[in-house]
């Protein structure tokens, strides 16, 4: 049987009970050897049981999946990486859980952040547990109190320059002073031209961000920098909460918020609770998860890899996934062992991840080998490239940084007709909706100096840095989202050289020559 960190406590507070010691010294010392009894304990019971093979899809969980299969803390958190079978691992929980531990399936809630990661879930798992998106969760939690509204903040901001604004005097002043303090009274003629599309643009962000940070209003008084537009970010979310909430009308970010309040007000009955891509998570979303733990003793599981955590324009950040990495009461499980890339592309990926110190270090294992897996290619032959891979039958993955960054390169069109000369698969995706994917062969795009390029420039207004703080090492969320395109790949990646290359393009070469070759097409 596995010692939790419940039955821990009750084990040490036993054995102090009983052993009256007058020095702190000795008290401290007798905690220290039964702890390090109960993880020697704890241990041997998960050796013993790793005995037991665990098989999903075709094949065998490795020594540390199943370790974090038998691992029966309050919280276990799963520090994976790429291509280390993350899913297997959630699959193979669950199929033990329900087969060997008598859990009901209805008894077991599994979430992500995407519709398109719960369906992936949904498809490999064979028992009918709970798979959802914490959207999802929180509309089930609230059920029909509110309609959604996800639209309405935009109109709202709009409203307030149009029509509030316009009849005040004292806000028309703080609002034309917040872009050109020299004309004050020239409001309705910047209104007409434009003039406070940023500023409308900032208050979004900031009003979104503040709502799934988990921070309250008097977090917005300390802000003494920005006092005036402050006040001015107040106004419009009281103005737009109360509008909603008069409608019995909440959007996505107040719904997640909303629904922790309602936790107690509902009947779950869950046991386990399983979190995918925990990288992914937000402090709103964390206090979600911590009403449902307290309300129903649920234990929880999360898998994720901080290196791959790059959803910050939606409020998660690593800071989230680290405060669990750092909490006493989690078992933390290293997977160890890569799938899917070859250890050139693994030692490359890694040391250019951990420039950033607050990344969490990690040693991984594969047994591929490719001696140059970094390929570079002119970056004006994409389609000869396209043509010369396409014959030796590889599926191909061309990520960029942006949306529209391969029509710079080539057409769709002309993508789809390579595609079927050869009968291959080739695709065109942004790095951030290519998490989670692999293919044969990798092509990185638009490698630039610039503002759009890879790393985007682009930086938020610096009042969002109080409601949602910036990263102090330069381009860390940017350097994570490389981090991701360069994993994508079963072989080798080719990196289309620009005339301006970008720090990225820079580091990955001079940092990795003897794994670094050039193909002329």
Same mark, same amino acid.
């Given at each position: 049987?596995?010692?939790?960190?419940?039955?821990?406590?009750?084990?040490?507070?036993?054995? @102090?009970?009983?052993?009256?010691?007058?020095?702190?010294?000795?008290?401290?010392?007798?905690?220290?050897?039964?702890?390090?009894?109960?993880?020697?304990?704890?241990?041997?019971?998960?050796?013993?049981?790793?005995?037991?093979?665990?098989?999903?899809?075709?094949?065998? +969980?490795?020594?540390?999946?199943?370790?974090?299969?038998?691992?029966?803390?309050?919280?276990?958190?799963?520090?994976?990486? !790429?291509?280390?079978?993350?899913?297997?691992?959630?699959?193979? %929980?669950?199929?033990?859980?329900?087969?060997?531990?008598?859990?009901?399936?209805?008894?077991?809630?599994?979430?992500?952040?995407?519709?398109?990661?719960?369906?992936?879930?949904?498809?490999?798992?064979?028992?009918?547990?709970?798979?959802?998106?914490?959207?999802?969760?929180?509309?089930?939690?609230?059920?029909?109190?509110?309609?959604?509204?996800?639209?309405?903040?935009?109109?709202?901001?709009?409203?307030?320059?149009?029509?509030? !604004?316009?009849?005040?005097?004292?806000?028309?002043?703080?609002?034309?002073?917040?872009?050109?303090?020299?004309?004050?009274?020239?409001?309705?003629?910047?209104?007409?031209?434009?003039?406070?599309?940023?500023?409308?643009?900032?208050?979004?962000?900031?009003?979104?961000?503040?709502?799934?940070?988990?921070?309250?209003?008097?977090?917005? +008084?300390?802000?003494?920098?920005?006092?005036?537009?402050?006040?001015?970010?107040?106004?419009?979310?009281?103005?737009?909460?109360?509008?909603?909430?008069?409608?019995?009308?909440?959007?996505?970010?107040?719904?997640?918020?909303?629904?922790?309040?309602?936790?107690?007000?509902?009947? +779950?009955?869950?046991?386990?609770?399983?979190?995918?891509?925990?990288?992914?998570?937000?402090?709103?979303?964390?206090?979600?998860?911590?009403?449902?733990?307290?309300?129903?003793?649920?234990?929880?599981?999360?898998?994720?890899?901080?290196?791959?955590?790059?959803?910050?324009?939606?409020?998660?950040?690593?800071?989230?996934?680290?405060?669990?990495?750092?909490?006493?009461?989690?078992?933390?499980?290293?997977? %160890?062992?890569?799938?899917?890339?070859?250890?050139?592309?693994?030692?490359?990926?890694? %040391?250019?991840?951990?420039?950033?110190?607050?990344?969490?270090?990690?040693?991984?294992?594969?047994?591929?080998?490719?001696?140059?897996?970094?390929?570079?290619?002119?970056?004006?032959?994409?389609?000869?490239?396209?043509?010369?891979?396409?014959?030796?039958?590889?599926?191909?993955?061309?990520?960029?940084?942006?949306?529209?960054?391969?029509?710079?390169?080539?057409?769709?069109?002309?993508?789809?007709?390579?595609?079927?000369?050869?009968?291959?698969?080739?695709?065109?995706?942004?790095?951030?909706?290519?998490?989670?994917?692999?293919?044969?062969?990798?092509?990185?795009?638009?490698?630039?100096?610039?503002?759009?390029?890879?790393?985007?420039?682009?930086?938020?207004?610096?009042?969002?840095?109080?409601?949602?703080?910036?990263?102090?090492?330069?381009?860390?969320?940017?350097?994570? +989202?490389?981090?991701? !395109?360069?994993?994508?790949?079963?072989?080798?990646?080719?990196?289309?050289?620009?005339?301006?290359?970008?720090?990225?393009?820079?580091?990955?070469?001079?940092?990795?020559?003897?794994?670094?070759?050039?193909? %002329? @097409?």
């Amino acid at each position: 049987m596995y010692i939790d960190y419940n039955s821990r406590v009750k084990i040490v507070a036993l054995y @102090l009970n009983r052993c009256k010691y007058r020095f702190v010294l000795r008290k401290y010392l007798l905690i220290y050897r039964i702890n390090k009894f109960i993880d020697y304990y704890n241990n041997v019971y998960i050796d013993n049981m790793c005995k037991n093979n665990i098989k999903v899809g075709k094949y065998n +969980l490795d020594k540390e999946q199943l370790s974090a299969v038998y691992t029966d803390e309050l919280i276990t958190l799963v520090v994976a990486g !790429a291509g280390s079978g993350k899913t297997s691992l959630i699959v193979g %929980k669950i199929n033990y859980l329900v087969k060997k531990c008598n859990i009901k399936e209805s008894e077991i809630l599994c979430l992500s952040f995407t519709n398109e990661a719960v369906n992936n879930l949904k498809f490999r798992f064979k028992y009918n547990v709970d798979v959802m998106t914490f959207h999802r969760l929180s509309l089930n939690i609230i059920g029909d109190k509110y309609k959604l509204n996800n639209n309405y903040l935009s109109y709202v901001i709009d409203e307030y320059f149009l029509g509030i !604004a316009i009849h005040n005097k004292k806000i028309k002043k703080i609002l034309v002073n917040l872009i050109d303090k020299t004309n004050v009274n020239k409001y309705e003629y910047y209104l007409s031209k434009g003039c406070f599309n940023y500023l409308k643009y900032t208050i979004k962000k900031f009003i979104e961000l503040f709502i799934v940070s988990g921070k309250n209003i008097n977090d917005f +008084l300390k802000i003494k920098k920005y006092k005036k537009l402050t006040l001015v970010i107040i106004d419009i979310y009281y103005l737009y909460v109360s509008e909603l909430y008069s409608k019995y009308e909440i959007d996505l970010n107040l719904l997640i918020r909303e629904s922790s309040n309602y936790v107690s007000k509902v009947d +779950l009955k869950y046991k386990y609770i399983i979190v995918d891509e925990f990288q992914d998570i937000s402090d709103v979303r964390m206090k979600l998860l911590n009403s449902i733990i307290n309300a129903t003793g649920a234990r929880l599981l999360v898998v994720g890899d901080d290196y791959q955590s790059i959803y910050g324009f939606s409020g998660s950040s690593l800071e989230s996934y680290l405060k669990t990495f750092k909490n006493n009461k989690s078992k933390v499980i290293y997977l %160890k062992n890569n799938y899917r890339c070859c250890k050139e592309i693994v030692n490359i990926s890694c %040391k250019f991840i951990m420039k950033n110190k607050k990344q969490i270090k990690k040693d991984i294992v594969t047994n591929k080998h490719i001696i140059r897996p970094i390929v570079i290619v002119d970056g004006k032959k994409l389609e000869e490239l396209l043509d010369y891979l396409s014959s030796n039958n590889r599926d191909i993955l061309i990520l960029g940084r942006n949306n529209k960054d391969i029509y710079k390169y080539i057409s769709i069109d002309k993508i789809q007709e390579i595609s079927n000369k050869y009968g291959n698969n080739i695709e065109y995706k942004t790095v951030h909706s290519a998490k989670g994917l692999e293919s044969d062969t990798v092509i990185i795009i638009n490698l630039e100096d610039n503002i759009l390029g890879f790393p985007n420039k682009i930086n938020n207004p610096e009042v969002i840095d109080y409601v949602f703080p910036k990263e102090e090492y330069e381009y860390a969320e940017e350097r994570r +989202l490389f981090y991701v !395109a360069l994993t994508r790949s079963k072989n080798e990646v080719y990196l289309l050289k620009p005339n301006n290359p970008s720090i990225f393009y820079k580091e990955i070469v001079n940092d990795n020559k003897k794994n670094i070759t050039s193909l %002329k @097409l």
